[in-house]
């Protein structure tokens, strides 16, 4: 054991036993991939330095994939814990940028932590010591190296966030995970092939799901049939154990059901950080969203995909049916005004003199057909009546927005100009902001080395400014984004009002419409239609009689 408390001393040099943590680290994530910073040859030159300067290796610590910007780093920690407990007081490493790449902390422990816990640090390649050549190791050039090393961290994250951007902008597949149905190409890993052994179980879970099948159910037809699941299927594929228990479960579907890469269109980019020493990402908008059509062959189309999307925006629950039934165009869209539950349809006939005996279809309170009039009326209303009123609702409505959307175009390009000043202003004050921010950081930094100001106090302060500034720095690009949609898509029309333009001289009701156009349709006792439309706020600013 030795005095922890004890300051460094050159005196010290060949008195003290060194009891030695050699740490390394590598991260391919800051893009260190040559043999000479591999964990290995690190080790190597490591124990080579400490047997030729009297080193007591006591523990090797390796941090193998974690980056150089946190110090939260499972190794690390452990040596420090160890140097806590006084069995560790000295700490060798290959060069600066293995300890760490975040100037700040970096410098910290350098200039603070070891000097008090009298540890003596030693970087090989760079020859720094700080009990042999103290004068070096304070100088100006330590801060100058971790500051280098926290830029080179920044470049590169940028270098590899800028080379993921142009891959994804050219359709090319950057994800760590193929999607279920599909393989990379052997010929060009960033392409995308479909997977012969399985791309059939997609398109079954599509069929079922949009012929009214819950997830539940496909779920359990999948697993009665014995398929592996996505993960476990991933697994065999990397010749990996798996557990035979594993099964398929709605999540599982529900996320299948969600992957738009199904209609071979390449769309990535969802998600983004902060900087590259946050590793939280944050969701983005569908519009900024990376999406390249027709990148790779389609194992569902695309008319089938946006049903799809559109029954589980509705978080409709579909129902099961007779293989001999055709399912109703209607289920889950009519609620009784009443008790407010679904109505449902049953088959009725009626005789007529020359024609006989004829079927037709209708729709009743779900309550009343199983606790009767009691518990609530009936609203019973015909689906040829129901289609009647349906049709002749949205051709009208149709027809308005035809007639109104130019008018709506040009309106919108006064409004664009207006909007665009707006967000140009707010991101110069954004900047403006992140300059004076930038100044206190630095200016707080030279406070905490001149110790005006307590470790505790410049921490707490230095994560403020720094969360301040992130936020800032990304309200800012947010903006720069947005200006930019705007410029370039500033005249394109709404994909609300687009959907309601695309079935201009319908002919007749099918599910298809409903889903895209309705969300409920509600029936009173006296069998009058209240109809409330997808995007109603929207169709608003289109068509004054939509105003109810």
């Excluded at 700040?104 to 932590?113: A, K």
């Excluded at 079922?208 to 697994?235: G, Q, T």
């Excluded at 990397?238 to 579907?253: A, D, F, G, H």
């Amino acid at each position: 054991m030795f005095n922890s408390n004890a300051l460094l001393d050159t005196s010290r040099l060949n008195s003290v036993t060194w009891n030695t943590a050699v740490y390394t680290r590598v991260s391919e994530e800051e893009g260190i991939k040559s043999i000479t910073d591999s964990i290995t040859n690190q080790k190597k030159i490591l124990m080579e330095y400490a047997y030729q300067h009297d080193l007591n290796v006591v523990k090797v610590y390796e941090d193998d994939g974690f980056r150089g910007g946190s110090f939260n780093r499972p190794a690390f920690k452990q040596m420090i814990s160890d140097i806590d407990k006084g069995l560790i007081n000295c700490v060798l490493v290959k060069d600066l940028s293995r300890f760490g790449r975040e100037h700040i902390d970096t410098d910290h422990y350098l200039e603070r932590y070891f000097p008090l816990k009298g540890v003596r640090f030693i970087s090989a390649i760079q020859r720094l010591d700080s009990v042999a050549d103290p004068e070096r190791m304070n100088s100006i050039e330590v801060p100058l190296i971790n500051i280098f090393n926290e830029q080179y961290l920044k470049q590169v994250s940028n270098s590899t966030k800028a080379s993921l951007m142009i891959k994804r902008k050219e359709g090319k597949f950057v994800g760590s995970k193929v999607p279920y149905g599909y393989l990379r190409s052997e010929e060009d890993k960033h392409k995308l092939i479909i997977d012969g052994e399985v791309y059939k179980n997609v398109q079954s879970i599509f069929d079922w799901y949009i012929s009214y099948v819950s997830m539940k159910e496909i779920a359990k037809r999948l697993n009665e049939n014995n398929i592996v699941p996505p993960a476990s299927y991933r697994k065999m594929q990397n010749s990996k154990s798996i557990n035979l228990n594993t099964k398929w479960s709605s999540v599982t579907i529900k996320s299948i059901l969600a992957q738009e890469i199904y209609t071979g269109d390449m769309v990535q980019g969802k998600t983004y950080s902060y900087n590259c020493k946050i590793n939280k990402r944050e969701p983005l908008p569908r519009e900024k969203w990376d999406i390249v059509k027709n990148t790779h062959e389609p194992i569902v189309p695309r008319e089938q995909f946006d049903t799809a999307q559109s029954l589980l925006m509705r978080k409709a629950k579909p129902t099961k049916s007779n293989t001999d039934t055709i399912p109703s165009i209607y289920s889950g869209f009519l609620t009784c005004s009443d008790c407010g539950k679904k109505m449902v349809r049953n088959t009725a006939y009626y005789t007529d003199r020359t024609a006989g005996k004829t079927a037709y279809n209708r729709y009743v309170c779900s309550t009343y057909k199983k606790l009767g009039s009691k518990a609530c009326a009936s609203h019973l209303i015909r689906e040829d009546v129901l289609n009647d009123i349906l049709f002749d609702v949205l051709d009208t409505m149709i027809k308005s927005i035809v007639n109104v959307s130019e008018a709506m175009k040009k309106a919108e390009n006064t409004k664009l100009n207006k909007q665009i000043a707006l967000l140009e202003n707010d991101k110069y004050k954004a900047r403006e902001e992140i300059k004076k921010i930038t100044k206190l950081l630095e200016g707080l930094y030279t406070d905490y080395k001149e110790e005006i100001i307590y470790l505790s106090e410049y921490k707490d302060m230095k994560i403020s400014f720094e969360r301040r500034r992130d936020n800032l720095t990304s309200k800012a690009d947010m903006i720069s984004q947005q200006i930019s949609h705007l410029e370039s898509d500033g005249n394109m029309q709404s994909e609300d009002i687009e959907k309601y333009l695309s079935y201009e001289g319908i002919v007749q009701i099918d599910r298809k419409i409903l889903i895209d156009l309705v969300d409920e349709i509600i029936v009173d006792k006296e069998r009058n239609l209240t109809i409330n439309l997808n995007a109603q706020d929207e169709l608003k600013k289109y068509c004054s009689f939509l105003d109810m």
